[in-house]
Nanobody, 124 residues
Framework: QVPLVESGGGLVQPGGSLRLSCAAS????????MAWFRQAPGKEREFVAV????????NYADSVKGRFTISGDKGKKTAYLQMNSLKPEDTAVYYC?????????????????WGQGTQVTVSA
């Protein structure tokens, strides 16, 4: 069973919006961090945003601050990424992940559960 399943990707014009969802089949405790990463062709996987429920904490990459919002429903074990004012450089496969420990990180190696990814393409 896939531990995390992303959905909501697609093709959108520059300036448009998309909302990604990540549904977890594994345990998500208040101390865990759930994060969104993205990977464009030929580039390394990069951190986008992270959320933790206990206490509520969010952090963002500088490149998406003010445009993207991470949220979630702990009871439903689901995280969301609302993406507004999308740019062509946001084009990538977007992955959600759950941290292995109780401290947040921008490093993919600190997350031990991953989804299969959802493609986001921003193009006119």
């Amino acid at each position: 069973q896939v531990p995390l399943v992303e959905s909501g990707g697609g093709l959108v014009q520059p300036g448009g919006s998309l909302r990604l969802s990540c549904a977890a089949s594994i345990n998500i405790y208040s101390s865990h961090y759930m994060a969104w990463f993205r990977q464009a062709p030929g580039k390394e996987r990069e951190f986008v945003a992270v959320i933790r429920w206990g206490p509520l904490t969010t952090n963002y990459a500088d490149s998406v601050k003010g445009r993207f919002t991470i949220s979630g429903d702990k009871g439903k074990k689901t995280a969301y990424l609302q993406m507004n004012s999308l740019k062509p450089e946001d084009t990538a496969v977007y992955y959600c992940a759950r941290s292995s420990g109780t401290s947040w990180s921008t490093r993919p190696s600190e997350y031990n559960y991953w989804g299969q990814g959802t493609q986001v393409t921003v193009s006119a």
